[in-house]
């Protein structure tokens, strides 16, 4: 942008530059040649001077461009207004200036678009500095609230565990996950590779992702895929963390290393391991359960059961009674990321 205005400024300094001397250089007793080299020297003198002017204007222009663009995502209803009051302001003294502007001889016509460029954008960028005051002296306070910056809910991005996983389709669909679903073009690549391998169970897993993606697209379009790549990263983990801090989103995931590397790197993580514990119902020591011992533990005279939401149950002297129901008291629980563990002893 700052390029283009510069060239246009150029443009219109050398055109401008070559009336003046066509009009008001004498040509007596330079001869053809002489009076042709003056009159190019007057178009390069104008395309500096506009060259000059337009890198001015173009740094302007660029300046407010930034300024509306850090805005854009937390602009109050008074900074639009009076923003827009002040461009149309602008436009209106400079429309009253260009009856007088117009007439000037040769430069009139050529100086109408700067000023119209420059009063326009000097009153739009005064009334958004100064948007928070001219509200609060007109008794107009509501309009500095910023609704949107409230309501806004950051996209999650899903990566390949928690696409394998499939809990994230029911957890979307029964409304437990809010915002956009996105999919990057990567992950979806990495799934189909999984989905092709010849390894059955790889092979079942990349299945059961790809089946996820068609149920998600099925529930009210709120999943999108993304072309964006970035080719000088390799693992697919360090893209998903570029794309994520650049949409300001959050990362779904169910790998406990891809959930503590966001982390450090200031992306926050949705993990789905975490949300299951945290709905998982509680025990406490002193609890009496009734499990059935289905295998041997790793400790002598252990056994194993588990509860009807997956949570392992150590089971102290329960080797012995692998296949039966028993009644179990808890002795204590053990909660980390990756999970929960019940220690108990038979109920003698």
Known sequence: ???AIRLLMALVGGVVFYEVGIRYLPAAGLGAVGYGLLVAACVVAG???GAVIGHLLGKAVAKLGRALDRAGSTVTASGLIFTSIGLFVGLAIAALGSLSVKNLPVVGLYLLPLLFAVSGYLFAYLGFKRHTDLARVLGFKGLLQQPGAKQFIKPKLLDTSAIIDGRVAAAATKGFIEGDLVVPA???EELQSIADSGEPGKRARG???LDTIRSLQEDGGRLTIIERDFPNLGEVDAKLI???KEMKACILTTDYNLDKVSQIQGVE?????????SLKASVLPGETLRVRVLREGKEAAQGVAYLDDGTMVVIEGGRSRVGDEV????????QNPSG???FTRLVS
Request: aromatic content about 6%; charged content about 20%.
């Open 186 to 188: 990567f992950v979806l």
């Open 269 to 277: 993580v949705l993990n789905i391991n975490d949300l299951a514990n």
């Open 1 to 3: 942008m700052a390029f």
């Open 207 to 209: 299945r059961r992702g």
């Open 47 to 49: 395309v500096a001077v």
């Open 242 to 244: 570029k794309l994520a």
């Open 340 to 342: 929960k563990m019940v």
């Open 327 to 334: 009644d179990v008291e808890v002795t204590s629980v053990l």
